[in-house]
């Protein structure tokens, strides 16, 4: 149970939703069972609330704190104040972060269509469905087949003229029943508490977690420096995606070279440091004391995290708990990073688990933590495993859309029958003899 008003608005539109959505599974039709069902949990616990609480000025402090932190940002070139004086003035995140509070600085709050452009929760969501969606593309082009800019135009052209011609239902039809069972996991993930709840309360891990599977996925696709790009953006959110740069790092080692691995470090140790540099060195006291000190508990203020786990149990404790919890927090990092040198990831599921394994293991140690933190780990362990990202079969290539037509192919979908080797086979036709002529 939670006593906070965005967690309760939330829990009040979300039952109605997953109820609503309960009762949809029995009156659709066995076709439309589940795509109806999803479709009214999307709107139950996802659109609905987050349009009241973004309406009505209602999250958690992280909203401000973010949207805070994009005006000085925009303002003073720190997202940092210089003497905060209550918790609500700190800003425990990086620089990067402070990019989806720019468009409340740019925005402002003069009527209700300013709040709702300007706020940082849907920036947030945006990135997140963004990163799950460049994850699905594919980023290799085979031969013969266009490139995702080349077959964006062609479904753009294509659809165009289906309009024009009064045939765009009949390619709807035809289009959405095979595009639609990939996309109804992420829909279903994206509806479920786990997504719902922060999106619409906060939305502040989203975009850290989409960065991650994005780089573990471009990484096991061998492509170094697009992963380190991903990284570094991750990094510049928040310091506990850090750890992801030595997953990527052994996944690239194990697969494709140590070069490649090399690039990738290069790549994201470069790009976090040209996004956090520039308001670390015009603010490196704010910035150490409000992103390291305070959310490890040793700020000048407590930190309000503060739910039972483990290390927070320790650190209770007094000093000798706070160095137990740090310790047993060091000992599983050890763990975690020499089993990446002996035992590497080999493909990105297997890299994404071990990510969410170090993750899960650092928030239940952190000597200050909150049982939402969990979440980080949970949506890396299923969203590699979703149909709608690589690593599954193809859908057959659909002529009139051809973007969708690059979506995968689940394993249910009906596959075309080989013959069977006992059924008989049509004989070849004889070539005729040649023709003996008498000798006289």
């Known amino acids: 149970m939670s006593g906070l008003g965005p967690h309760r608005s939330w829990g009040l539109c979300a039952a109605a939703g997953y109820l609503a959505a309960a009762v949809a599974v029995l009156v659709l039709p066995g076709r439309w069972a589940r795509a109806g069902s999803v479709a009214v949990a999307l709107l ?13 000025g209602q999250g958690q402090s992280e909203v401000a ?4 932190s994009g005006e000085l940002l925009l303002r003073h070139g720190t997202p940092y104040l210089a003497e905060p004086r209550t918790v609500a003035e700190y800003t425990p995140y990086l620089p990067g972060m402070a990019l989806f509070g ?34 699905a593309l594919p980023t290799r082009r085979r031969p013969g087949r266009p490139g995702p800019t080349a077959a964006l135009r062609a479904t753009v052209t294509a659809t165009v003229t289906a309009a024009r011609t009064g045939a765009l239902p009949a390619a709807l039809t035809g289009v959405l029943p095979a595009a639609l069972p990939a996309v109804l996991p992420v829909a279903a993930l994206v509806a479920s508490p786990v997504v719902a709840l922060p999106l619409c309360v906060s939305g502040v891990d989203l975009p850290l977690a989409g960065l991650c ?3 573990l996925t471009l990484a096991g696709r061998a492509r170094p420096v697009a992963a380190g790009w991903a990284l570094a953006l991750a990094c510049a959110l928040k310091w506990t995606a850090w750890p992801a740069v030595a997953v990527v790092v052994a996944l690239l080692a194990a697969t494709a070279g140590r070069r490649a691995a090399l690039r990738a470090a290069v790549t994201a140790a470069a790009g976090t440091a040209a996004l956090v ?14 992103v390291f000190a305070f959310p490890t508990g040793r700020g000048d203020l407590p930190t309000p995290a503060g739910s039972p786990l483990p290390g927070r ?24 990073a020499r089993s990446l040198v ?28 909150r049982f939402g933190y969990l979440a980080l780990p949970a949506l890396l362990l299923v969203l590699p495993r979703l149909s709608l990202l690589p690593g599954l079969p193809r859908l057959p290539r659909l002529p009139r859309l051809p973007l969708l037509s690059r979506l995968p192919r689940l394993p249910f979908l009906p596959r075309p029958h080989a013959p069977s080797p006992h059924a008989p086979r049509p004989h070849a036709p004889r070539p005729h003899a040649p023709q003996v002529v008498p000798t006289p």
Do not use: M
């Open 44 to 56: 139950g616990a996802v659109l609905v609330p987050l349009l009241v609480l973004v309406v009505g």
């Open 102 to 135: 720019l468009p409340r600085a740019l925005f402002g709050t003069d009527g209700w269509p300013a709040r709702v452009a300007g706020d940082a929760r849907l920036w947030c969501a945006a990135a997140f469905l963004g990163c799950l969606a460049a994850a």
């Open 277 to 290: 540099l520039p308001s670390a060195l015009r603010s490196p006291g704010p910035l150490l004391q409000q």
């Open 342 to 369: 002996s035992r590497p990831p080999l493909d990105t599921r297997a890299a994404a688990d071990r990510l969410a394994l170090g993750l899960a293991l650092a928030f239940l140690l952190a000597p200050a933590g």
């Open 213 to 215: 599977v994005l780089a």
């Open 65 to 68: 704190v973010i949207e805070r």
């Open 313 to 336: 149990l320790l650190a209770d404790l007094g000093p000798v708990g706070w160095y137990a919890a740090v310790a047993l927090l060091l000992l599983a990092g050890a763990a975690v």
